[in-house]
């Protein structure tokens, strides 16, 4: 799977597909870039329909559903989207006469609402669901396969909790050194956890932390950004600022950040000089890198320095979207974070 962006490398992309998939046909789908990806999952029983959750993608729509997290209830659509999305899956489910279990995924840009794909089957995110809502719906979608009605089994209308759920992804990357730790199209986690709070922000950090990412409190962040994200960076950058972090950044970057009135030192290329990002982070004076890929070849310091932060388990992001929640996710470290069981979670919900 590639997302391309011009001829050649679609030519080059269909060559290499050839070698591999002989007869099967090569699907083609227009990309709609920086665009937000939404999942939502429902049951039916062929009368009564009723969604389960909708799931905000904090990751852009191109990077595969089963490794972006993922927060529900959404945490930035707008009411006038949510109804939207809410209205498009129950005719879709109706028409389809779903009795079970149904997954589809939107793409949200400029205000319209794209549907990408509709799969009448249960998903990966149902026990992530199930477990937001507090209601088993796999157990209820068997007994709905098995004849019953979602009225007798007293699930009429959506949950939408008081509290956020942030599902997050784990990757199996500090076992493969040197491997590019981009995310993309095609799927590479290998599991996943969740982590619940009242704010998005805390429920955030909690799931970062469950799957490893050991985001500091204080210290130097790294950041090296490509062209297109740099306008998005700013006010990134100034949030680290007042949160008290100290910025690097390599030339291009630094110059946007200071263009706005934001301190950074700046860095010289891996080539260009010493000390570099290689040489802090080896010396321990990294403490949370944030770098998008340049392109669909990504440069050889890129992967350098993406490849450095598994070697030294230091915290990172690849998108602007997981930097911006990084960064709302840091701020509720400046206050103890509470332990609450998920069943006491569930007792607040009105079902």
Avoid: C, W
């Amino acid at each position: 799977m590639e997302i391309v962006y011009d001829e050649h490398t679609l030519e080059k992309f269909i060559k290499e597909a050839k070698e591999f998939s002989g007869e099967h046909p090569i699907l083609i789908d227009k990309f709609l870039e920086d665009a937000t990806e939404v999942d939502v999952d429902l049951i039916g029983d062929g009368e009564i329909f009723v969604i389960g959750g909708i799931m905000e993608h904090i990751e852009y729509a191109g990077v595969h559903s089963g490794d972006s997290a993922m927060a529900l209830p959404p945490y930035s659509l707008s009411k006038n989207i949510l109804e939207k999305i809410r209205q498009a899956t129950y005719k879709l489910a109706k028409q389809l006469n779903i009795i079970g279990l149904m997954n589809v995924q939107y793409a949200v840009k400029d205000k319209k609402v794209y549907v990408l794909e509709v799969n009448p089957r249960a998903s990966r995110t149902i026990p992530f669901v199930s477990k937001a809502i507090g209601i088993p719906l796999a157990k209820l979608a068997t007994k709905v396969m098995l004849g019953k009605k979602l009225k007798e089994l007293g699930f009429i209308r959506e949950i939408i909790p008081e509290h956020i759920s942030v599902k997050e992804s784990v990757f199996p990357f500090n076992r493969f050194p040197g491997v590019d730790i981009i995310l993309g199209p095609e799927m590479k986690s290998t599991g996943e956890v969740m982590g619940i709070d009242k704010d998005f922000g805390s429920a955030y950090i909690k799931s970062q932390l469950a799957a490893g990412q050991n985001l500091p409190k204080k210290g130097n962040v790294f950041i090296s950004v490509r062209n297109s994200d740099k306008d998005k960076i700013v006010p990134v950058a100034q949030k680290l600022k007042k949160l008290g972090f100290s910025l690097f950044a390599t030339s291009g970057t630094a110059k946007v950040l200071e263009e706005n009135g934001i301190t950074v030192k700046v860095l010289p290329k891996i080539a260009e000089g010493r000390p570099n990002v290689l040489d802090l982070m080896k010396d321990g004076k990294i403490q949370l890198v944030i770098n998008t890929p340049s392109g669909r070849i990504p440069r050889k310091d890129e992967i350098k320095i993406r490849s450095q932060v598994i070697l030294y388990n230091i915290p990172y992001t690849t998108t602007i979207a997981g930097a911006q929640a990084t960064v709302r996710g840091l701020e509720t470290l400046k206050k103890d974070l509470k332990v609450k069981s998920l069943q006491s979670y569930h007792k607040k919900i009105e079902k």
